[in-house]
């Protein structure tokens, strides 16, 4: 335990790395691993203090709300609006993007999905927050909603949350990928995973297969292809799938293998959110080594029309989302 390396600690060591820092960066950051405590606290006693189920309402989305996405989302935008950091906030719970604060210092602008997976809450599931940072623009006149469009590329730190068997914070800053696991006892979250490489092929796939017959043939084929066996290609690959993202885009991330959720008849332009989904993860999995795209284009490259426009999504090992794009495409029989 004399060795640990705490949250605030290695989020400060390494800005001292990098020439041109001002810390509040860094103390965003460490604001994240704030609110997460909080969320891990709360998670964890909610079947006790009546924060399960739903509150019979749609968010911003049309997915119905669940009493903690409602309450996640409030503890994100007090968490930040303290800091005098974050211009705006943008939500899946919100339906606009939010100003917080307009300061001098209020430069940064804050994209995040307070409640990942929200629907495992009833069953004592995983679920996460996903949040992505970008610098706000020094170009006087430019609305917030214009500034909150933009293409992943431009993100200066992004990241996760799993609450599960345990509470895990895993970010970036644009240098290397780093993951920290709460001791409830300390009340800290410590370093557990130094500089996190995705492998370049995995044996696992993540999906969700009910809609199996509603996919384009290159996706189906490919689904086949990864159920064949071939001990040269590393197949079969195992379904791993828990209706959370950042579960399974952690284990793809460790593991190595690939998550997908393409379009569908029920979602035509793909389910997942670009802004505060796509983009973030898949800032990320890149600074680790994988990559992520729509299916033909790069995540990173695309640039949102709007801050809850949906994208088809595919993330994980490189070597995998590329085989995906091959079948997608029609290049392989």
């Known amino acids: 335990m004399t060795q640990a390396i705490t949250l605030s600690r290695h989020v400060i060591e390494e800005e001292h790395k990098h020439q041109g820092t001002t810390g509040t960066l860094s103390r965003l950051l460490l604001q994240v691993g704030f609110a997460a405590k909080i969320l891990a606290r709360e998670i964890g006693r909610a079947?006790?203090?009546?924060?399960?189920?739903?509150?019979g309402e749609k968010n911003a989305t049309g997915d119905t709300q669940k009493k903690l996405d409602v309450y996640a989302n409030e503890v994100v935008i007090e968490a930040f609006a303290e800091t005098g950091l974050v211009a705006g906030v943008v939500s899946e719970e919100l339906e606009r993007v939010q100003e917080v604060a307009s300061g001098v210092e209020a430069k940064y602008i804050l994209c995040i999905d307070p409640l990942d997976g929200s629907s495992n809450t009833d069953t004592n599931g995983v679920i996460g927050t996903i949040f992505g940072i970008y610098l706000k623009e020094k170009t006087p006149g430019v609305s917030l909603i214009d500034q909150v469009l933009n293409r992943g590329a431009d993100l200066v730190a992004a990241g996760y949350v799993m609450y599960g068997t345990s509470t895990l914070l895993v970010y970036t800053s644009g240098h290397g990928v780093h993951g920290f696991t709460l001791d409830r006892e300390l009340?800290?979250?410590?370093?557990?995973?130094?500089?996190?490489?995705?492998?370049?092929?995995?044996?696992?796939?993540?999906?969700?297969?009910?809609?199996?017959?509603?996919?384009?043939?290159?996706?189906?084929?490919?689904?086949?292809?990864?159920?064949?066996?071939?001990?040269?290609?590393?197949?079969?690959?195992?379904?791993?799938?828990?209706?959370?993202?950042?579960?399974?885009?952690?284990?793809?991330?460790?593991?190595?293998?690939?998550?997908?959720?393409?379009?569908?008849?029920?979602?035509?332009?793909?389910?997942?959110?670009?802004?505060?989904?796509?983009?973030?993860?898949?800032?990320?999995?890149?600074?680790?080594?994988?990559?992520?795209?729509?299916?033909?284009?790069?995540?990173?490259?695309?640039?949102?029309?709007?801050?809850?426009?949906?994208?088809?999504?595919?993330?994980?090992?490189?070597?995998?989302?590329?085989?995906?794009?091959?079948?997608?495409?029609?290049?392989?029989?």
């Open 47 to 55: 079947a006790l203090v009546g924060k399960l189920g739903l509150i």
């Open 187 to 333: 009340g800290e979250f410590l370093l557990s995973h130094r500089d996190l490489c995705c492998p370049e092929q995995g044996r696992y796939y993540a999906a969700n297969l009910g809609h199996y017959h509603e996919w384009a043939p290159g996706i189906r084929k490919y689904i086949d292809y990864l159920e064949q066996s071939d001990n040269a290609t590393c197949r079969p690959y195992s379904l791993r799938y828990t209706g959370a993202l950042v579960a399974d885009l952690h284990r793809c991330l460790v593991d190595g293998g690939i998550y997908f959720y393409p379009q569908d008849a029920a979602h035509p332009d793909g389910k997942l959110r670009l802004v505060y989904e796509c983009a973030p993860l898949a800032y990320l999995v890149q600074q680790a080594g994988g990559y992520a795209s729509d299916g033909k284009r790069r995540i990173l490259d695309l640039k949102p029309d709007s801050i809850h426009q949906r994208s088809p999504f595919v993330i994980g090992s490189r070597k995998d989302v590329e085989m995906y794009e091959r079948f997608l495409a029609g290049g392989i029989a």
